[in-house]
């Protein structure tokens, strides 16, 4: 299909675009950036990734203008949903071809005995439906999927001989469920294989018969569920993922990468590996039990039944979309503002030292680095040796020797961070609460600062919870990310960070995360 193609009928949808390249290069096919292919269409979000085109022609599909060398662009404000409108076309789908009838669905089907629920859209090409099949409202099906493959398993008569036992139950698919592309679910052998409500199954995924899968799961890329295996509530598959048959998975499962899941996991547990186990947790610091926070009305109500742990020594990150309460649940946490219901628990019965981060800088103008740092120690009344020995060694540990008499104006902002470090320091904080510290800086200075950041944290044993927008920031740094989202806010899942080299943001492992978190925090 010829560009000119495509543009036209983006124009027909009132896309807006600016398109820079050959009108008449052929586009047949769509890749990513991890494996390009000559000929098709893919998203840039930086022009560095431009390299991965080689020589091939290429469609770029990015928000800001991209030259090089054999390669097209098409600059949009959202380039994920112009990349889908592209990518269904070439997949024979039309564009937003809105909700067929029942009646013209059950025509496409003749194969399968369809009971279809309000706004389900099926794709135009490559999807397979038959058997007993029923659908709740607002679905979606992909591309290549197969639903109602016959789900046969084999057993043995009294003469020892082997008898295939055909499928006698069907499939039935909640509301708001999205199946991607080439993905199969067989229907059930002695019962039906049910999906249940809100949930999402990736592309390239296989369902075994008689499976159930509850409310709110999540199933990732070239994930496996075998027969019979049951997968609980706002549970999270990643990719790669095998689940055994007869295993059941209980609600808010985290599965990580390419695991083999031979044993039944117990509820709220993280697994991994081949075979998974627990991800073990450090003994616990800091427990956040069941807070709620409301400004004003209860239709105000901004944090829902929040609780999560910090273990000693552990690094955590809480991410979510802007306004959700993140920032509120640190400030309860650090003892600035009250909660309504829940409590804090401390490991120790007196309470532990926190110290707080701000996004702004909260460094008093009037004084010198060495009098910022040491501001706690002699509210305090510290003796006057012990503070100065304290101030200088936290002034060293943070790289800033030397700059113990500049004032403020006289720092970077990276400095300024490392300041604020040095002052929670200094008061041996065991937690530290940081709050977008980070957003603020330049790609160069927040990049270094948060590898000493992580160093200082490891050297010296002490806890970090950290509020953030940015995912790889949190990726990068953390032992547990809390995905919050929602109004009121609530923990959606908290997943372990299990990769092998965290500094590497572009291997695959760092890649599929970061999806994963993007994906959780759309669905909300």
């Not at 309000?118 to 999927?145: E, M, P, R, Y």
């Not at 639903?147 to 698919?173: T, V």
């Amino acid at each position: 299909m010829k560009i000119k193609s495509i543009l036209n009928k983006l124009d027909e949808q009132s896309v807006k675009y600016e398109f820079f390249g050959d009108y008449d290069q052929i586009i047949n096919s769509y890749s990513c950036i991890k494996r390009c292919l000559p000929d098709s269409v893919l998203t840039i979000s930086h022009p560095s990734e431009a390299v991965c085109a080689g020589n091939k022609e290429v469609l770029f599909v990015a928000e800001e203008k991209i030259e090089y060398r054999n390669a097209s662009c098409l600059v949009v404000d959202n380039k994920e949903e112009v990349y889908c409108k592209i990518v269904c076309l070439l997949s024979g789908d039309i564009f937003d071809a809105g909700i067929e009838s029942s009646i013209e669905i059950k025509k496409r089907f003749p194969n399968a005995e369809l009971e279809l629920g309000q706004n389900v859209w099926i794709a135009k090409s490559g999807v397979t439906l038959s058997g007993k099949i029923k659908i709740g409202k607002n679905v979606i099906i992909k591309s290549g999927a197969v639903i109602g493959e016959d789900g046969y398993e084999f057993l043995r008569d009294h003469n020892g001989i082997q008898r295939r036992i055909p499928s006698q139950g069907g499939i039935i698919i909640g509301d708001n469920v999205e199946i991607g592309v080439n993905t199969c679910i067989d229907r059930g052998v002695y019962g039906d294989t049910v999906i249940g409500d809100n949930v999402k199954i990736s592309n390239l995924c296989q369902i075994a018969h008689d499976v159930l899968i509850k409310n709110d799961t999540m199933i990732a890329t070239k994930a496996s569920v075998s027969a019979f295996a049951e997968v609980g509530e706002r549970c999270m598959i990643s990719a790669g993922v095998t689940i055994r048959d007869n295993i059941k998975i209980d609600n808010g499962v985290f599965i990580g990468m390419g695991s083999v899941v031979t044993e039944s996991v117990f509820g709220m547990e993280s697994v991994f590996g081949n075979p998974a186990v627990e991800y073990k947790r450090k003994q616990k610091l800091f427990e956040v039990s069941h807070i709620n926070k409301t400004y004003g009305k209860d239709s105000d109500k901004t944090l829902d039944n929040i609780s999560f742990e910090v273990a000693a020594g552990e690094f955590v990150s809480i991410v979510g979309p802007s306004g959700c309460g993140k920032s509120t649940l640190l400030k309860i946490m650090a003892g600035l503002l009250e909660a309504d219901a829940g409590e804090l628990i401390s490991r120790k019965k007196n309470g532990i030292n926190i110290g707080m981060i701000f996004q702004e800088d909260t460094l008093l103008p009037w004084f010198t680095v060495e009098k910022n740092i040491g501001i706690g120690l002699t509210i305090q009344k510290e003796n006057k040796q012990k503070r100065k020995e304290k101030i200088k060694w936290a002034a060293k540990v943070v790289g800033l020797s030397g700059y113990e008499k500049y004032y403020p104006h006289q720092l970077s902002g990276g400095m300024k961070k490392r300041v604020a470090i040095a002052r929670s320091l200094v008061l041996n904080s065991e937690l530290l609460l940081m709050d977008e510290p980070f957003s603020a800086l330049d790609a160069v200075t927040r990049v270094k600062i948060q590898e000493d950041l992580l160093k200082l944290q490891k050297e010296n044993g002490f806890s970090v919870c950290m509020v953030t927008h940015d995912i790889d920031e949190a990726i990068a740094l953390s032992d547990r990310v809390i995905i919050v989202c929602g109004k009121p806010a609530e923990i959606k899942t908290i997943l372990p960070v299990n990769i092998a080299d965290r500094t590497n943001r572009g291997s695959t492992e760092f890649l599929n995360m970061k999806q994963t978190i993007i994906t959780i925090i759309e669905k909300g």
